[in-house]
């Protein structure tokens, strides 16, 4: 059996961006498709705008089970996203301002996608001028 190398930073880092697309999926499913069942449609619900369409009646007002499926799962995902993102902030030397934007970002819909594009593009921006300057740094073989 083969022993395999796992760098902490690139693990980190991954699982960083897989967290802020899975909590920015979740974060447009609460927004736009549960808080609104809850709160907009249905004869109960607290705003009542518009009735619930005929037969789907248990999937809006404030029983919604909608809350059920995407807004319990987006909080505890939300609070492993933090985590991570403090993993990450801490393994790379982020200064604080950087860290609580990149948090923030998860708490409003579209833009947690946009961090995260910005901040791979500046890691591997910065992964690749450390290697260049590692390779630059490589005394040249003597014969």
């Known amino acids: 059996m083969g022993v395999f190398a796992v760098d902490k930073r690139r693990v980190s880092f991954a699982l960083y961006r897989l967290l802020a697309?899975?909590?920015?999926?979740?974060?447009?499913?609460?927004?736009?498709?549960?808080?609104?069942?809850?709160?907009?449609?249905?004869?109960?619900?607290?705003?009542?705008?518009?009735?619930?369409?005929?037969?789907?009646?248990?999937?809006?007002?404030?029983?919604?089970?909608?809350m059920l499926y995407i807004a319990m799962p987006h909080g505890y995902i939300y609070m492993l996203y933090v985590l991570v993102v403090l993993w990450v902030a801490l393994d790379r030397r982020w200064g604080a301002g950087r860290t609580l934007g990149v948090v923030l970002a998860g708490t409003i819909p579209i833009l947690g996608f946009v961090v995260e594009h910005r901040v791979a593009k500046s890691e591997s921006a910065k992964e690749r001028s450390v290697a260049t300057s590692d390779a630059a740094q490589e005394p040249a073989p003597t014969g």
Not at 22 to 33: A, C, D, K, R, Y
Not at 36 to 63: C, I
């Open 21 to 66: 697309y899975v909590t920015g999926v979740f974060l447009i499913g609460l927004t736009f498709f549960a808080m609104p069942a809850k709160y907009l449609v249905g004869e109960t619900s607290m705003f009542a705008l518009v009735p619930a369409p005929q037969g789907w009646e248990h999937w809006f007002g404030p029983e919604s089970p909608l």
